[in-house]
């Protein structure tokens, strides 16, 4: 079928695929997962503001301040668009993802909520899965920590599939809120939001996806999927790092205190006191990262002019054949799904007898492939598998057929240095 | 290709057979030591005899060929040897892991360990090699007090 996506014209995009490795090898980058590369127009547009733009924002009253001011509000509009939020002022820009899922950790158990919702202490529950990354456990385990709240967490099966067989004994009238991963960074597992959103919604819990693996790959619509927080990182999206994004329902974000007090996020201050901006300003304390934002804008264009259906399918196909070729490799085993149901372009697995360090180091030494080996920050879910590391392959709309192949030869070659 | 002149053939050898591996008694201390950013660990016990002999240096642990090999080979350094002989090695051992490639490796302190040099064009693999030969410097320490 010709869907009119042509990988080599869109791979004509990204300078750095062109580039070689030391030694003549080509370069096959897997690691999208960990972190994308970036199109010219992200770059030629950061340093397009950088060169003739830039001032800071939001308080300069001169003709760069304005200049300056419109481009990052501009990025603020692009991703309210591209997310679907019901409005531009839901859009929270952060420093990334973990920063987003810290933040709304941190309206819980905070004596400045008066919002019953976000009110917490013992007795009450968190709920989260065991296919979080590090950075969607660890600030809910702070406020475990910090209020005596219950951490609790779906289990994942053999398979890569969240455990959904003890939803309702696990997200209860007790629960305040649910955070999952939208895709697992590990597994590519899409998991299932709408069940486990009704069941929140059935029990008054509020619902946060950590979408930093979703949002880059596919079309994601924070008003279809009908959850109250959704974070994501401007640097999987080809955009570039220090940004990211949280997205919360207006009356949510007004009902929460501020995270980091400083400039722009006042409305007034006096010495003993101060009134707050209203959102996303109240979150968005000192100097934003300010050309990141306006990258992220550019990143986002730049995907939507390719089209999310066109890029979800093309990383279907890739790793469809990924998940073929990978199979004939003697010894490996898939850590996830093997089939393309509810699954994203991200391949764990384990080499029988051969440390995921060394099946790195060779791949990329041999074959210029690079991949992400360890446990990817989600050391739980490797825990629960019986195993320290995976190496992990992960795609993106430049990812091509051929360096899938030139995984599976360099794979077939660790195979004989370890022999 | 570089990093395959890493994988020597006496560091694949000790990775496939391991010398001296599985934690036994007696001992004087046990250290647990691992390397965050990639999940190696290991377990390592000694026990001191007299004469600043090191009677045993038993451990057990998980990782990358690179730091189990590592940790095998620090065994045969340390069979019969005494205290004083093994750090001084661990001392030589540390200096050519944390010299980037540039220093040159004495093969008369260093024996067997000679072998882990290419390591050292690795800064990622660094840590790798130097995990059991740092656990084991921790545990001769709480030896002696």
Known sequence: MNTGFDVERIRKDFPILSRGLPGGRPLVYLDSGNSAQKPTSVIETMREHLSSHYANVGRAMHTLGAESTEAYEAARDKVAAFIGAPSRDEIVFTKNASEALNLVAYAFGNPMSEDPRFRIGPGDEIVISEMEHHSNIVPWQLLARRTGVTLRWFSVTDDGRLDLSDLDELVTERTKIVSIVHQSNVLGTVNPVAEVLARARRVGALMMLDASQSVPHKPVDVAALGVDFLAFTGHKAAGPSGIGVLWGRGELLEAMPPFLGGGEMIEAVWMDRSTYAPAPHKFEAGTPPIVEAVGLGAAVDYLSGIGMDAIARHEREITGHALDALGEVPGLRVIGPENLDDRGGTVSFTLEGIHPHDVGQILDDAFGVAVRVGHHCARPLHLRFGIPATTRASFYLYTTPAEIDALVRGLHHVRKVFA | ?145
């Open chain 2, 1 to 145: 290709m570089i990093a395959e002149s890493m994988y020597q053939e006496l560091i694949l050898e000790h990775y496939k057979h391991p010398q001296g591996r599985g934690l036994r008694e007696p001992y004087d201390a046990e250290v647990h030591h691992v390397n965050p950013t990639c999940g190696d660990e290991i377990t390592m016990r000694v026990k001191l005899g007299d004469g600043g002999k090191v009677e045993d240096m038993s451990y057990d642990g998980q990782g990358c060929s690179i730091s189990q090999a590592a940790a095998s080979v620090l065994y045969e350094l340390t069979a019969g040897s005494t205290v004083e002989e093994t750090l001084a090695v661990v001392e030589e051992f540390t200096r050519l892991m944390q010299g980037r490639g540039k220093v040159e490796a004495d093969e008369e302190v260093l024996g067997d360990a000679v072998a882990f040099a290419g390591v050292a064009r690795f800064p990622a693999r660094v840590k790798c090699a130097l995990l059991a030969w740092m656990a084991y410097k921790d545990a001769v320490v709480r030896s002696a007090r």
